[in-house]
């Protein structure tokens, strides 16, 4: 039995002590917004901000206000209403008419093969006036000169696609715990360092923050290339990659942040079933976080003693990863802690989402239920 505890020790130090080392070595390469110099060198284009807001009375306000805010003059911005049953439309309606370069759009229908948001976003897209399309979320808060260093960022590196990790903000502790694990995740075994170089596969996109350009998002077919993802801005960075445009990743620490990205831990559970809506993800997803997140931990405590130290030379490594991410992203360096409970909710998260779309017979997200026959993660 001694060598089960060897054998799964040995995987984990493999894992987490070789991505330390690479995560360690190529951190410094990741773009840091705050550093670049703020204004546009050349011409400054037409930037076109299409928000999509579904029930967001809460934060539509302060995401716009924080818009007009922006050093960057040449901007529009466009709240679309997606098929909110609160006071969201209201509030865009009294945005518009506060500010001149502030339009509401409603949606009232969704169409079948259409994710809610990605729908929210193309209705937008088609009001839209600038030569740059920024699509991001309503909870989200902008500094002042964040969008002017984007595009100074944008030119200097000759990109056609920008996107952005935010800091995540508020008093909801796991919500921050949760993010950080997601994109310390995304920078280290996603290799965050290797986005700009045209000949790697490597790419992303975050909800907060797409910056492309008109002609490169009209190039790969639009949000219609990919309306029934559940993850539109990861496959709206994939496709862009795939179609040969300059894209990079940087850090919006200090620029762009989230404000309570999940307010409690029910809606932090629920969010897994976006990704993970049937029984053989859910496996995976258990089987996965079981051996890498839960295990090391209780590794500890059991089993021969080399075993014992194999693991614990996994969790000095993981917890080094998030003191290494934390020094770019605004993380904090001791997050690293709630790991093994990142792994558990993201176990219970998996199988209640198969169950729920079992029952439901599809995904439900946000208020509405898509079949999951023909829908993809």
Request: aromatic share 12%.
């Amino acid at each position: 039995m001694s060598w089960v505890y060897w054998v799964l020790g040995g995987l984990n130090v493999l894992m987490w002590g070789s991505i330390a080392i690479i995560f360690t070595a190529n951190a410094g390469k990741i773009g840091i917004l705050h550093r670049t110099r703020e204004e546009p060198a050349g011409r400054q284009p037409f930037i076109s901000v299409v928000i999509a807001a579904r029930n967001e009375q809460k934060a539509l306000e302060r995401c716009v206000e924080s818009l007009m805010n922006q050093t960057y003059d040449p901007l529009e911005v466009i709240v679309v209403n997606d098929r909110s049953e609160d006071g969201t439309g209201a509030i865009a309606a009294k945005l518009a008419q506060a500010y001149p370069n502030v339009t509401a759009l409603d949606v009232r229908d969704l169409p079948e093969q259409w994710m809610g948001k990605s729908h929210a976003l193309f209705q937008g897209t088609k009001m839209a006036k600038g030569e740059w399309l920024l699509f991001t979320d309503a909870d989200i808060l902008f500094q002042p000169s964040c969008i002017a260093k984007a595009v100074a960022y944008m030119e200097r590196h000759e990109l056609d696609h920008l996107t952005m990790i935010p800091d995540f903000i508020g008093p909801h502790a796991l919500s921050k715990w949760y993010a950080s694990f997601i994109f310390m995740s995304a920078s280290s075994f996603g290799q965050l360092w290797k986005i700009k170089d045209p000949k790697a596969s490597h790419s992303l996109g975050v909800g907060a923050f797409n910056l492309v350009k008109r002609e490169a998002y009209e190039k790969i077919g639009t949000h219609e290339a990919f309306s029934y993802v559940t993850t539109d801005d990861a496959e709206l960075g994939k496709r862009i990659k795939q179609g040969g445009y300059r894209q990079d990743a940087v850090y919006g620490t200090r620029m762009i942040g989230v404000w309570n990205w999940y307010e409690s831990l029910s809606q932090l559970i629920g969010s897994v079933e976006k990704s993970v809506f049937s029984y053989p993800k859910a496996v995976i997803t258990a089987v996965s976080c079981l051996l890498t997140m839960i295990y090391p931990w209780i590794g500890l405590f059991i089993g021969p003693l080399s075993a014992r130290v194999l693991c614990g030379v996994s969790i000095v490594s993981v917890l080094w990863l998030y003191f290494i991410y934390s020094r770019y992203s605004g993380s904090g360096f001791w997050y690293g802690i709630a790991h093994p409970l990142i792994g558990l909710i993201l176990t219970i998260g998996g199988f209640r989402g198969a169950y729920r779309a079992g029952r439901r017979g599809g995904m439900t997200w946000r208020g509405t239920t898509y079949d999951r026959t023909h829908l993809k993660a």
